[in-house]
């Protein structure tokens, strides 16, 4: 039953730049939902958003650090406690730090890896025990991902792991009424760091970007459609099938020689 008003809409990252589209592409289709974020204020002032936008008022928000994992148990229990059924759980939530490797800390090691992959793993699990009818998951991943990136190796490698879980989930949850895909998204002008460097990409840039709003529609539409894993954006679809046969030593020079002059760590 592939019905929009069956079960909660539960997203991850609802108060970033995506994740807000999100919100905003859903509460316009009258869903219920779940929201979450480390940030109580800013889920709150959401959650009036919505309500003044949309007159949606059945928006449950919990706010969770998703790289703690005593956080994320008590998010679940509280979810869980709440007797919802999930419908469709967005996984939004992410952290793109960049930097050189050997700059990194443990401490920032966990926090990108737990964000962006254990996190998005576990409420993968929570959902299908919670889930309604017919679930949707979404898995937002990233071009980053697809070849490895130094510069920005932890990111990329988590981005590869989740759209690798995601399509292995999708195989093992075919005929059970559920839908998964991963969604490759390129640069999203979301906050002031990635809109500055899309600019300073010039043309490049402006071909690769798609705002957060037609990424969260692009992506509803996948997941509605159960495609395994989708590259948001004609361009970088090009990208993708452009570069495939290149020689990976050339791509990985490109990519070093790009990378290596950003570092950012707004997390
Ligand atoms: N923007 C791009 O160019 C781009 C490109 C490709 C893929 N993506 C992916 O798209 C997704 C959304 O990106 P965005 O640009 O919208 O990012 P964003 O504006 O920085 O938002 C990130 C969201 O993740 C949440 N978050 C971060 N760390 C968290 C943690 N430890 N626990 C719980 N929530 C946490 C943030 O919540 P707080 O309110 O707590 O900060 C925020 O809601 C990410 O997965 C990102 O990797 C982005």
Redesign the pocket.
């Known amino acids: 039953m592939k019905n929009e008003h069956n079960g909660y809409a539960l997203i ?8 807000k589209a999100f919100v905003f592409a859903l509460a316009k289709r009258k869903r219920k939902l779940i929201l ?4 109580e204020e ?1 889920l709150l002032a959401l959650r009036q958003e919505v309500f003044e936008k949309y007159s949606l008022d059945d928006v449950y928000v919990y706010a ?4 703690n994992e005593q956080d994320r148990y008590a998010l679940t229990e509280k979810i869980a406690a709440s007797g919802v059924k999930i419908g469709l759980l967005v996984n ?5 730090i960049q930097k050189e490797f050997a700059l990194y800390t443990q401490e920032k090691i966990n ?1 990108q890896c737990r ?2 992959f254990e ?1 998005a793993v576990s409420t993968c699990r929570f959902a299908i025990e919670h889930r309604a009818e017919y679930l949707e998951i979404i898995n ?1 991943s ?3 991902g697809i070849y490895p990136m130094p510069y920005f190796a932890i990111y990329s490698a988590t ?1 590869a792991a989740l759209t690798s879980f995601s399509i292995a989930l999708r195989e093992e949850l075919k005929g059970k009424n559920a839908a998964v895909t991963a969604v490759l ?4 002008p ?2 002031d760091d ?1 809109k500055e460097q899309i600019k300073g990409q010039g043309l490049w840039g402006k071909l690769a970007a798609k705002s ?1 709003e037609w990424v969260a529609e692009y992506s509803l539409k996948a997941v509605r459609k159960n495609k395994r894993k989708t590259i948001a954006g004609a361009w970088n679809k090009v990208m993708y099938f452009g570069t495939a046969l290149l020689p990976q030593s050339w791509k990985l020079r490109f990519i070093a020689n790009r990378w290596r002059k950003i570092s950012k760590d707004a ?1």
Do not use: E, H, Q, Y
């Open positions: 991850t990252g609802a108060t970033g730049g995506l994740g979450t974020g480390r940030n800013k969770a650090d998703l790289a939004a939530a992410g952290a793109d926090f964000v962006n996190a937002i990233s071009v980053s981005k998204a390129g640069a999203m979301t906050r990635i957060p997390f």
